[in-house]
């Protein structure tokens, strides 16, 4: 009985312990993007970090957005992404996706997160990063 418990304490402390693992992405670029007109805003070089805390914030430069809720996740092949429901320091909801896009035509747009503010659903904000890293 007591091994038994032992062994549920360290599953449990592992999940835990893998569910807060922080992620950093060192950002290259940002690109806005009008989804009403499918038109691109000009690349601006960019040199931020996001770090994705886990399950409960990304902060992406300064700005922190805490994570209501996963909306979305798939894990296939060559496309990885989750996405999430987040309010900023305003109570402004936003919806976050990161993703890893192993179809993508040039190397640099593999590692994106996206940034739509749900007040305005058609303003998006893409984040093309280096592949992310573990971040003690």
Same mark, same amino acid.
């Given at each position: 009985?007591?091994?038994?418990?032992?062994?549920?304490?360290?599953?449990?402390?592992?999940?835990?312990?893998?569910?807060?693992?922080?992620?950093? +992405?060192?950002?290259?670029?940002?690109?806005?993007?009008?989804?009403?007109?499918?038109?691109?805003?000009?690349?601006?070089?960019?040199?931020?970090?996001?770090?994705?805390?886990?399950?409960?914030?990304?902060?992406?430069?300064?700005?922190?957005?805490?994570?209501?809720?996963?909306?979305?996740?798939?894990?296939?092949?060559?496309?990885?992404?989750?996405? +999430?429901?987040?309010?900023?320091?305003?109570?402004?909801?936003?919806?976050?996706?990161?993703?890893?896009?192993?179809?993508?035509?040039?190397?640099?747009?593999?590692?994106?997160?996206?940034?739509?503010?749900?007040?305005?659903?058609?303003?998006?904000?893409?984040?093309?990063?280096?592949?992310?890293?573990?971040?003690?």
């Amino acid at each position: 009985m007591k091994r038994c418990l032992l062994l549920l304490s360290i599953i449990t402390l592992m999940v835990v312990s893998a569910s807060a693992q922080r992620f950093s +992405y060192d950002v290259i670029a940002s690109v806005s993007f009008d989804a009403q007109t499918q038109q691109y805003g000009k690349i601006q070089p960019l040199n931020m970090r996001i770090v994705k805390d886990g399950n409960t914030a990304i902060f992406i430069g300064a700005d922190r957005y805490d994570l209501l809720q996963v909306n979305a996740e798939v894990d296939e092949e060559k496309t990885k992404y989750i996405e +999430y429901t987040a309010i900023n320091g305003n109570n402004e909801e936003f919806t976050i996706k990161v993703v890893h896009d192993g179809n993508a035509e040039h190397p640099v747009m593999r590692d994106f997160v996206l940034l739509i503010n749900n007040s305005h659903i058609y303003d998006w904000t893409y984040y093309y990063t280096n592949a992310p890293v573990k971040a003690e």
